[in-house]
């Protein structure tokens, strides 16, 4: 089992960055893939950033330029580092792990960009 905490989100102005945190626990050796996927009201979740066990990083199209992944394995926690922000970028944030057997998924932190 893999657990995953998300914490960081709030309100911030257009312009503006936030950082979300995962602190991952349990059987995180197992996780081949981490990442953060997003949820905007009405719409489908998608992808913004993962990270491979390999170090293998994707950004949707979306947030390139303006979002970085990270990962503190000493912490096993992995970042999602927000800059210029937009309305565009509102939704609530999960992150997930990949293991060979399941998906694994945060409870989500809120972020609202005000225009």
């Known amino acids: 089992q893999v657990q995953l905490v998300e914490s960081g989100g709030g309100l911030v102005q257009a312009g503006g960055s936030l950082r979300l945190s995962c602190a991952t626990s349990?059987?995180?050796?197992?996780?081949?893939?981490i990442g953060w996927y997003r949820q905007g009201s009405g719409k489908q979740r998608e992808s913004v950033a993962t990270?491979?066990?390999?170090?293998?990083?994707n950004y949707a199209d979306s947030v390139k330029g303006r979002f970085v992944i990270s990962q503190n394995n000493a912490k096993n926690t992995v970042y999602l580092q927000m800059n210029s922000l937009g309305p565009e970028d509102t939704a609530v944030y999960y992150c997930?792990?990949?293991?060979?057997?399941?998906?694994?998924w945060g409870q989500g932190t809120q972020v609202t960009v005000s225009s």
């Open positions: 990270i491979s066990s390999g170090g293998s990083i």
């Open positions: 997930n792990a990949n293991t060979n057997v399941r998906s694994y």
């Open positions: 349990g059987a995180t050796f197992n996780i081949k893939a």
